[in-house]
C-alpha cells in the first residue's frame, strides 16, 4: 500500500471511529496548494483550511488556517513556548507522517500539536486535506475545534 493511501486511510479511520460527519472526497487533480484545492471544489480559497508544519523542538506543530491567510510564526512560537522553525517536505514527513499538501489536521500522534487559528470561525464548514495532496474531507469548523482546541490567533 503506498503512503498516500495510508495517508488517507489513516484519515478515513480516525473519523469512524469518532463518528465525525465528513464528506473525504478523491479528486483526479492535485489539491497540493489552496488555490488548487479552491478550484477543483468549486470554493474560495478562504474555505480552505490549510495545515502548515513548523519544526518544535523535537517535534512538530501543524497550524491550521483559512487559506487566505498566512501564518505568523512568531505568534505561533509565542502559543508554543519555543521558537518554530519551517519545515522542509521530508522533515514534514518525517514528522507528520504525510506528505506535503496532503497533510490532514488529524490525526497526528503525540509529538505533534495542532493549532487552529480563528480565521476558520468566519465559515460553518471548510474543506481540508485528508491525507493525500488530492483527497480533501468537507467539515463543520465546530467538529474541528473540537478536535483541535479552541481557535488561536496566528495569522500575520
Same mark, same amino acid.
Given at each position: 500500500?503506498?503512503?498516500?493511501?495510508?495517508?488517507?486511510?489513516?484519515?478515513?479511520?480516525?473519523?469512524?471511529?469518532?463518528?465525525?460527519?465528513?464528506?473525504?472526497? $478523491?479528486? +483526479?487533480?492535485? $489539491?497540493?496548494?489552496?488555490?488548487?484545492? =479552491?478550484? *477543483?471544489?468549486?470554493? $474560495?480559497?478562504?474555505?480552505?483550511?490549510?495545515?502548515?508544519? #513548523?519544526? =518544535?523542538?523535537?517535534? *512538530?506543530?501543524?497550524?491550521?488556517?483559512?487559506?487566505?491567510?498566512?501564518?505568523? *510564526?512568531?505568534?505561533?512560537?509565542?502559543?508554543?513556548?519555543?521558537?518554530?522553525?519551517?519545515? +522542509?517536505? +521530508? $522533515?514534514?514527513?518525517?514528522?507528520?507522517?504525510?506528505?506535503?499538501?496532503? %497533510?490532514?489536521? #488529524?490525526?497526528? +500522534?503525540?509529538?505533534?500539536?495542532?493549532?487552529?487559528?480563528?480565521?476558520?470561525?468566519? #465559515?460553518?464548514?471548510?474543506?481540508? *486535506?485528508?491525507?493525500?495532496?488530492?483527497? %480533501?474531507?468537507?467539515? =463543520?469548523?465546530?467538529?474541528?475545534?473540537?478536535? =483541535?482546541?479552541?481557535?488561536?490567533?496566528?495569522?500575520?
Amino acid at each position: 500500500m503506498s503512503n498516500n493511501l495510508r495517508g488517507s486511510r489513516r484519515v478515513s479511520a480516525y473519523l469512524a471511529e469518532r463518528g465525525i460527519e465528513a464528506r473525504v472526497v $478523491t479528486l +483526479d487533480e492535485s $489539491t497540493r496548494t489552496s488555490q488548487l484545492a =479552491a478550484d *477543483a471544489l468549486g470554493c $474560495t480559497v478562504a474555505e480552505i483550511a490549510k495545515s502548515i508544519v #513548523f519544526r =518544535a523542538g523535537e517535534g *512538530a506543530v501543524v497550524v491550521v488556517i483559512s487559506g487566505d491567510r498566512r501564518v505568523d *510564526a512568531k505568534k505561533v512560537s509565542a502559543q508554543m513556548g519555543v521558537k518554530v522553525g519551517n519545515a +522542509d517536505a +521530508d $522533515t514534514v514527513k518525517a514528522l507528520t507522517g504525510y506528505v506535503i499538501g496532503g %497533510v490532514p489536521p #488529524f490525526p497526528h +500522534d503525540a509529538g505533534v500539536k495542532v493549532l487552529l487559528d480563528r480565521s476558520l470561525t468566519r #465559515f460553518e464548514r471548510v474543506w481540508a *486535506a485528508a491525507g493525500t495532496p488530492n483527497s %480533501v474531507m468537507n467539515l =463543520a469548523v465546530a467538529q474541528l475545534r473540537g478536535i =483541535a482546541g479552541d481557535p488561536v490567533d496566528v495569522a500575520q
